[in-house]
């Protein structure tokens, strides 16, 4: 019987679960460190005992959250403000959970509130932050490649700066096929002459095109409308 090897998805997938767990506990118990003035010693017995014994259960509740909101389900590459959102909302669904648990189970414990604001916060930067790892490091591989392979990119112009035209440009960057590097855009609106979209600036409107085309070498142009 052959053993199906596991996909880079998969171990991506499982990374992203083991990170998770990691920044799940540094913000529980990091949270409550912080609020008391970064010293345990300050933190009452009885909390501290409670919170640990609690730690696996959150734990287990933040990953389902994190589950139900697809945060497993996106692909590596193409994190964006979708996974943003769901990350925030997933985050402070937990915190609210959380504190009607701790309500709960610890009555009569004095919790301060900060925490439940601390953790949140540590929460929701560390698990969004390291989904945004992959990207940052294609793009900077990306970005290292042209510089080094500068003489075999297809210097080009895209007509166009408006939506179709980022996505263009940011698909071209994280792309390790393509050797399309995009070096100047045009657009007919004159609000948008000078700006930059993805780091390339906009040069102008089409009766630019011969000039930009001369100017930097352009091999290929693509009309993004």
């Known amino acids: 019987m052959k053993v199906k090897p596991i996909s880079t998805f998969s171990w991506r997938r499982l990374a992203a679960i083991v990170l998770d767990i990691l920044f799940i506990n540094i913000a529980y118990f990091g949270s409550m460190w912080i609020r008391f003035d970064f010293r345990y010693s300050l933190i009452p017995y009885q909390l501290s005992t409670e919170l640990i014994k609690l730690a696996p259960l959150f734990t287990v509740l933040a990953l389902a959250l994190y589950w139900v909101f697809k945060l497993y389900q996106s692909l590596a590459a193409y994190v964006g403000f979708p996974e943003i959102v769901r990350s925030f909302l997933a985050n402070l669904l937990f915190v609210f959970v959380q504190f009607a648990t701790m309500r709960l189970t610890l009555y009569g414990i004095w919790i301060p509130k900060g925490f439940y604001l601390i953790e949140f916060f540590l929460l ?27 003489d075999n990119s297809i210097p080009t112009l895209i007509v166009g700066a408006g939506e179709a035209g980022r996505t263009l440009i940011h698909e071209m960057n994280v792309s390790e096929k393509v050797r399309n590097n995009v070096v100047a855009l045009i657009d007919d609106d004159a609000t ?11 040069y102008g409107g089409r009766e630019q095109i011969e000039e930009v085309v001369h100017q930097f070498g352009i091999q290929e142009i693509i009309v993004a409308l």
């Open 192 to 202: 948008k002459h000078g700006r930059t979209i993805e780091g390339v600036k906009i």
């Open 124 to 150: 929701f930067t560390g698990v969004t932050a390291h989904r945004f790892l992959y990207r940052f490091q294609q793009l900077m591989e990306r970005t290292l490649q042209k510089t080094v392979n500068d």
